[in-house]
C-alpha cells in the first residue's frame, strides 16, 4: 500500500524537467534570478544554477547565490531549457562563445531559451532572434542590438515567439518565470 503512495512523488522526483539559469559572477539582476527561480520551483522544475565559474555569484542588490555549475561545463542534454538572467553583468555574456554555443544547443533541440533583462542581447547576438520577436531592457544601446541583429524589438514586458521567451525586466521576473514554466509544460 505504501509504495502505490510513493510513485507519484518518485515519478515527480526523477521526471522534474531541470531549468539552467545563467548569472553573471558579479552584477546579476537578484529579481531576475530569485522571482523567476521561485516561479519555475512552484510548476514543480527544478533548477540548477551556473556561471562563468562555479562559487559565490553576487546580485546587484546584494544578493547572492552559489553557482553549482561553470558554463564551459553546462551540457544541453543535461536540461529541458535555459535562462539568462539580465543585470549589468550579463553584458559579459553578451560575445561569449561558450554562452552563444549553449544557446544554439537548446535552440536546435528545440527547448526553451530565455533572457530576461538586458541578457536577450546574448541571444540576439548569437543569432537567434533574427526575425523573430522579442523584447530587452529599455536602454536604446540595447534595442539597436537586437535590431542590429535582426529581431523585432516589440517593447513587450514578456515575448514568447516559440520556443524563444524575453522579458524587459525585473518588473517582468514573475510573468517571464511562468512564461518558461508553461513552455516546459
Not at 530587452?136 to 542590438?145: D, F, Q
Request: glycine content about 10%; charged content about 25%; some cysteine.
Amino acid at each position: 500500500m505504501i509504495i502505490y503512495h510513493l510513485v507519484p512523488y518518485v515519478l515527480q522526483v526523477c521526471f522534474m524537467p531541470k531549468v539552467l539559469m545563467v548569472v553573471a559572477r558579479d552584477g546579476f539582476r537578484d529579481e531576475e534570478l530569485f522571482k523567476t527561480r521561485e516561479e519555475l520551483e512552484a510548476a514543480g522544475h527544478e533548477v540548477v544554477v551556473a556561471s562563468d565559474a562555479v562559487g559565490l555569484c553576487k546580485g546587484k542588490l546584494g544578493g547572492s547565490v552559489r553557482a553549482e555549475l561553470a558554463l564551459c561545463d553546462a551540457k544541453e542534454k543535461d536540461f529541458d531549457a535555459l535562462v539568462f538572467v539580465g543585470g549589468p553583468g550579463a553584458a559579459g555574456f553578451f560575445d561569449d562563445d561558450v554562452a552563444h554555443g549553449l544557446a544554439k544547443d537548446f535552440f536546435r533541440a528545440e527547448k526553451p531559451v530565455a533572457a530576461i533583462c538586458i541578457a536577450p542581447c546574448i541571444l540576439a547576438r548569437a543569432g537567434l532572434l533574427r526575425g523573430r520577436n522579442a523584447t530587452v531592457w529599455s536602454g536604446p544601446e540595447y534595442v539597436r542590438i537586437l535590431k542590429e541583429e535582426g529581431a523585432k524589438y516589440t517593447g513587450k514586458d514578456v515575448e514568447v515567439a516559440s520556443n524563444m521567451i524575453t522579458a524587459s525586466g525585473p518588473h517582468a521576473a514573475r510573468d517571464f518565470g511562468k512564461a518558461v514554466a508553461k513552455r516546459l509544460g
